[in-house]
């Protein structure tokens, strides 16, 4: 019995041992588990941690790439700006032929340089995550006649016959972003231009409706062109992807306009189809589904305004308009040649180098066209104390130059209280369409300023005819010291909020311009009263630019 009991004490013995290793491999394991967690965290945290560096690096590249492509933007720009620009002033004066064969050809290449920086910027700016769409009403018929009316002098010259064909079915305004889809029009149609040597490039619209949905828009552009090889349609929409074609000769260009294409269409919820046969030519057809508007009374007046615009095209805007424009640019070349472009226009600018003296006088003007970038004081800082002093959104009409125009700096300006911008290089018809877009502009009209010389304050012309030979020259210079006094006198009394004294001195200076014939002194003067009647915070700023124009007409006389 001794060895029985001996067998059971074993038996126990051995199931403690196996409950022992057991419970070791159960902590072993548990201890396993934890360090493969433990590992697979760190791993795991590494990967997460390396992903959001890797992220922040690509984003910190990507603001790189994009702070160095507005840079270079605007320092390739600014001199495309002055050689287009004179270029093009050059072109309206009496040249031989030679001259005109020498400004046709700056004029080209400097527009195809121009097409290379902006399509390198449109590619680097569609690239991004969620580029904005900005829909609005758009009149497709005048968007669609629009880009044939662009393309169709292209093709003339070249000898090609240009086509549009519109159905008459196509509803007349849309929903959509106008800019972005012309575009993308633009782009095809001026690549058959460029790729086709003989025969034809033609634009065609059709509208199929589809019961109750939008129904589906067909914009189709074809040509007789070179065509494109089979083996190359793949590659067709790559970026930076130049086709060689037989016998055709080396085309400019970075070889983003298709890729540019693709990448707008798709943002706009459409597609985009090629055929083509090498050779003989290329059809690309693109398809969108716009939503259709209801043709309001004001849409069905449209065709009527832009008549009665167009009738009054032939006459300077500035014999329309007449307005006191500031330019300020730190650029003497820019500077210089918005001048020349609006003295074209009719008007005669002053000019300023920085931001500061637009921030001091810029409420006597109607226009401001400033640039935005400018050292010291830049064009938006500038536009923002405009904006306190005046407290009206939209007089002085202020209008930002810049090479790039970034849409950070758009919105910077607009916020500032920059009306209106104007991307360099730009032509004189481009200003001009801005200054005709001022929408008070046909309020203003000539009346304001012609008020001081066609209304009841008008200079009596046959009184001031004689003007300052009626009187000595002791007399003369007595006056102009007294003007001078009472200019100064009139800041003083800015200052201390005295409007009746600055009224009972403008008043005085008033009569003293009339009797001694000094037109732009009498002016000044009759702005000047208006603003001190109002208690205008623009005083200062207009007393400032009487004293200059003063100044100006007595080394002049």
């Known amino acids: 019995m001794a060895w029985l009991g001996i067998d059971l004490r074993a038996d126990e013995w051995m199931k403690n041992i196996s409950l022992a290793r057991l419970q070791t491999i159960i902590i072993a394991g548990l201890v396993l588990v934890l360090i493969i967690f433990f590992v697979y965290y760190q791993i795991e945290n590494e990967s997460e941690t390396d992903l959001a560096l890797a ?25 495309l700006q002055s050689v287009l620009g004179y270029s093009n002033l050059l072109m309206n004066t009496r040249l031989d032929e030679k001259q005109i064969s020498c400004l046709d050809t700056i004029q080209s290449e400097g527009k195809i340089l121009l097409r290379i920086v902006q399509d390198i910027l449109d590619f680097s700016n569609l690239r991004k995550a969620s580029p904005e769409l900005k829909e609005d009403s758009v009149h497709l018929k005048s968007l669609i006649e629009e880009t044939y009316r662009t393309i169709q002098p292209m093709a003339e010259k070249k000898g090609l016959v ?19 889809l012309r575009q993308a029009l633009l782009n095809l149609y001026g690549n058959s231009v460029k790729y086709t040597e003989k025969g034809s490039v033609k634009l065609s619209v059709e509208y199929r409706a589809a019961g109750r949905s939008p129904g589906v828009f067909e914009f189709q552009i074809s040509d007789t062109g070179v065509g494109i090889k089979p083996d190359d349609l793949d590659r067709l929409f790559e970026p930076f992807i130049q086709l060689a074609h037989v016998g055709s000769s080396p085309r400019e260009g970075a070889g983003l306009g298709l890729a540019i294409v693709k990448r707008i269409v798709e943002l706009m919820g459409g597609r985009i189809e090629v055929a083509s046969e090498f050779g003989k030519g290329t059809r690309f057809t693109v398809f969108f589904d716009f939503q259709i508007e209801e043709l309001t009374e004001s849409d069905s007046e449209e065709s009527s305004q832009i008549r009665t615009l167009r009738s009054e095209v032939s006459r300077r805007v500035g ?8 330019v300020a640019d730190d650029n003497p070349m820019v500077r210089r040649l918005i001048t020349l472009y609006l003295e074209v226009l009719g008007y005669t600018p002053d ?55 970034a849409e950070k700096e758009i919105e ?85 909020g005295n409007w009746d004294l600055i009224r009972e001195k403008v008043h005085y200076l008033s ?47």
């Open 55 to 79: 992220k922040e690096r690509a984003e910190a590249a990507d603001r790189a790439k994009s702070e160095f492509l507005a840079v270079m933007s605007h320092e390739i720009r600014t001199p």
């Open 162 to 180: 240009a086509e549009l064909e519109i159905d008459p079915e196509l509803p007349a305004v849309v929903r959509t972003d106008g800019v972005r």
């Open 511 to 557: 009569n003293t311009a009339m009797a001694l014939g000094i037109e732009s002194l009498y002016a000044d003067s009759k702005r000047l009263q208006k603003a001190a009647e109002s208690k205008s915070k623009d005083c200062l700023a207009l007393i400032t630019l009487l004293q200059e124009n003063f100044a100006n007409w007595e080394k002049s006389r």
């Open 319 to 326: 014999d329309l308009y007449p307005l006191r424009v500031l």
């Open 412 to 496: 910077r300006a607009m916020d500032a209280g920059i009306n209106d911008f104007l991307g360099k290089p730009f032509l004189e018809s481009d200003l001009e369409a801005k200054i005709r877009s001022i929408p008070w502009l046909e309020e203003h009209g000539a009346s304001e300023v012609d008020e001081a010389e066609n209304g009841d304050d008008a200079i009596d012309s046959s009184f001031v005819s004689g003007g300052m030979g009626f009187f000595s020259d002791e007399l003369i210079e007595q006056a102009i010291e007294e003007t001078r006094k009472i200019a100064g006198e009139m800041v003083d009394a800015e200052k201390e």
């Open 351 to 405: 000019q300023v180098d920085d931001g500061k003296p637009v921030s001091e006088r810029g409420g006597a003007y109607d226009v401001i066209i400033t640039d935005l970038r400018m050292p010291g004081l830049d064009g938006p800082g500038a536009a923002r104390i405009v904006r306190e002093k005046s407290g009206i959104a939209d007089r002085p009409w202020i209008i930002g130059v810049s090479a790039t125009l």
